[in-house]
């Protein structure tokens, strides 16, 4: 569990477990992963042969960065009650309809990556997961998901910028982004036919 996770379960202020961990005083092992502070012994079992396992949490625009913890907490938590170890995390910013995200296209290229653990399948990619996932597959690497369901309000969010990206290329940027919003009220008022 995360630092701010045993400092609830154990009735301590976060700031308090925070300043003890910045002191060596904190009363229990602790090990980081990217910006975490995670309670226990780290756990270790990948070995050279297997690859590497990596987090890969990911949010669509600047304002969502804070749920970028909390989604690598949840992932490393799952990841380490399966006995995995994880050697990194990485964090991104940017549309999942964006085919150029650099660390995410660092991480398929990279081949002591053995498996990468996401949340949803859609921080990996939007569309055409199943395509990257035969290709790392037939590398002999895999792709984790640990919730497999899809995720409805960012699936309309994307909806909602192809639809801004298509108007503002025929109306251009203002014009067509009021275009969108009006569609997509118009399309929301309306409900389903």
Known sequence: MNLKEWAASTGIAYIT????????TLPVPT???GRLIMVGEP???TSAETGQ????????SADQKSDLDRQVARVTV???GRKLGVDWVVTEVGSALNGHRKKFLALLRDP????????HRDRFARFGAEYVEAALAAQGRRLLVVDPA?????????VT???????????????GANRARRAVEAATESGPA
């Open 31 to 33: 090990y980081r992963i």
């Open 112 to 119: 002591k990556v053995a498996t990468i653990v996401v949340e």
């Open 161 to 175: 910028e192809i639809l801004t990206s298509l108007c503002a290329r025929l109306y251009g940027r203002r014009a």
């Open 43 to 45: 756990v270790t079992g």
């Open 17 to 24: 477990a925070r300043r003890q961990y910045a002191a060596g």
């Open 53 to 60: 396992t990596v987090v890969y949490a990911r949010v669509s």
């Open 150 to 158: 899809e995720v409805d309000d960012d699936l309309v969010r994307d």
């Open 78 to 80: 799952w990841a380490t």
